[in-house]
């Protein structure tokens, strides 16, 4: 009688993708013209292997006004499998507008009086972006004060207002 012992290598890959729940929308306010950096928190993912479930995204480093859609994949060291998750992130501009128009402008007699453009600056629009409109009269009253509101209008719509006295000498 022999006696003897067999035994078998068995592999098991697991190609299953692990499962991944995005983080909640976000909604920020905006910092700049060049973009709004964001923070974004991680996913959460689970599979049924032992180790990490590793997260990349696809998002800038800054975020534009409006609306960017990140995606999430989802991996695991040990499966070729891929999930995959999108998260709406927001930046808005609600934030009003500066504008300096100024005290006082005094001209020497020119008409038609050339107003210079008010100071203006803004979170998220660039100066040259911001449109200034002003309620001047087309010709200005010899020696009297005249006083003009200057708005300023950013691309999200804010609007802040200055006023400034205009003096035309004659």
Not at 25 to 35: I, L, Q, W, Y
Not at 148 to 164: L, P
Request: charged share 15%; hydrophobic share 40%.
């Amino acid at each position: 009688q022999q006696v003897g012992t067999m035994g078998h290598l068995v592999t098991v890959t697991f190609t299953g993708a692990p499962s991944i729940e995005p983080p909640s929308e976000v909604t920020v306010e905006a910092t700049s013209p060049a973009g709004t950096p964001v923070v974004l928190e991680e996913p959460v993912g689970t599979i049924c292997l032992s180790g990490d479930v590793r997260f990349a995204n696809n998002a800038p480093a800054r975020f534009p006004l409006g609306t960017t859609t990140v995606t999430w994949t989802a991996t695991h060291p040990n499966t070729t499998g891929v999930a995959t998750a999108t998260q709406r992130v927001t930046v808005v501009d609600t934030t009003p507008l500066t504008i300096e128009a100024g005290d006082l402008l005094r001209f020497v007699d020119p008409q038609p009086v050339a107003l210079p453009r008010p100071a203006v600056s803004d979170n998220a629009t660039a100066s040259g972006d911001i449109v200034i409109t002003n309620n001047a009269p087309d010709t200005f009253p010899a020696n009297s004060f005249v006083t003009v509101t200057f708005t300023a209008t950013d691309a999200s719509g804010n609007e802040a207002t200055d006023t400034v006295r205009v003096y035309r000498q004659v």
